[in-house]
């Protein structure tokens, strides 16, 4: 299960229903161009917390269509709602998921007591081993060291995706838990994580530029840290540009460069403007001349 995921754009049409057209180019880029060891579906980026229960499963299925064993695929199934999470974790192993992955529940103010409860239901009945996912500047919810020990100790819990800046707690897992996959969340922080002995990533940006993040990984293994450093200031470029014009919208405006037929963001997220599609075709560019190999120090 070690690699690169992209956390798979979503892909709606304009009356919200899921794209299955679209996402098949969109896998298919991942492969071609990004070159990612799987996907994972239905995250943070997939829009997941914007869709019906049904749109999600039309989702995981055109996937693993669209992907035909060539990658792994890890559907992110966390809900609030665990009955939808064991719904998803089920469909997702009738249709050849290797993991689900669980966001750590939000909204209310959830003791860690009540959210361990949550993670030992969802792997105890997941037909699939599970992947816990660590996000506190979006949930809110913020674990102590010991607590997200304890979820990754929980029987068929085979990692975490870990998005937090947090280094000395991510260090601290790592030691204490070296059978554990720790996949990197922040992708202008991947290098920073992979010298600390992650063993991979999911994120966003990999829709596009996936395949510098592999170097970066592959650089820091090889002790290259010229080459790993080089790679991650170029991804810091292009994610800077894509952060302030509005991450999904640009990464969806840069689908389109490539060939991929992608509507916009479902609402409540912001529809395209040219903010996005001009970031876009800048970004584009950029990625272009340095896989040319031209000096691309002064940035976009
Ligand atoms: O899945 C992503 N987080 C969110 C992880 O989308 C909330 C990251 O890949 C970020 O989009 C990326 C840019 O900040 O690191």
Redesign the pocket.
């Known amino acids: 299960m070690r690699g690169i995921y992209s956390?798979l754009l979503g892909a709606f049409d304009s009356d919200g229903k899921v794209d299955v057209q679209g996402v098949h180019e969109l896998v298919r880029h991942n492969i071609a161009f990004c070159h990612v060891d799987g996907l994972?579906v239905n995250?943070?980026?997939g829009e997941n917390f914007l869709m019906t229960t049904e749109a999600k499963k039309q989702m995981l299925k055109a996937v693993a269509e669209a992907a035909n064993g060539e990658v792994r695929l890890i559907a992110h199934v966390g809900s609030n709602v665990l009955e939808e999470a064991l719904e998803l974790s089920h469909y997702a192993a009738e249709l050849g998921y290797d993991a689900v992955s669980a966001v750590t529940p939000f909204y209310y103010k959830f003791s860690a007591e009540e959210i361990k409860g949550y993670y030992r239901t969802i792997a105890s009945q997941s037909p699939l081993p599970l992947v816990a996912y660590y996000?506190p500047?979006?949930t809110g919810i913020q674990l102590r060291l010991e607590d997200i020990e304890e979820i990754l100790r929980i029987p068929n819990i085979i990692g975490i995706?870990f998005?937090s800046n947090d280094f000395f707690i991510l260090e601290s897992l790592r030691s204490a838990l070296p059978d554990k996959l720790f996949f990197s969340?922040?992708?202008?922080?991947l290098l920073s994580a992979a010298v600390l002995g992650v063993d991979g990533a999911?994120?966003?940006?990999?829709n596009c530029i996936g395949h510098w993040a592999k170097q970066v990984i592959e650089a820091v293994g090889a002790n290259d840290l010229k080459t790993a450093r080089t790679m991650q200031h170029h991804m810091n470029v292009v994610?800077r540009t894509?952060?302030k014009a509005g991450?999904?919208p640009t990464l969806k405006a840069l689908a389109r460069l490539y060939g991929v037929s992608i509507d916009g963001c479902k609402p409540p997220m912001q529809a395209t403007t040219d903010v996005h599609r001009e970031a876009a075709r800048r970004v584009f560019e950029y990625i272009r001349r340095v896989d040319e190999g031209q000096e691309c120090v002064s940035g976009l």
Not at 185 to 189: L, P, S
Not at 202 to 206: E, H, R, V
């Open positions: 956390a994972y995250g943070s980026t996000i500047a979006l995706k998005t969340g922040y992708d202008e922080m999911i994120g966003s940006t990999y994610i894509m952060v991450i999904y």
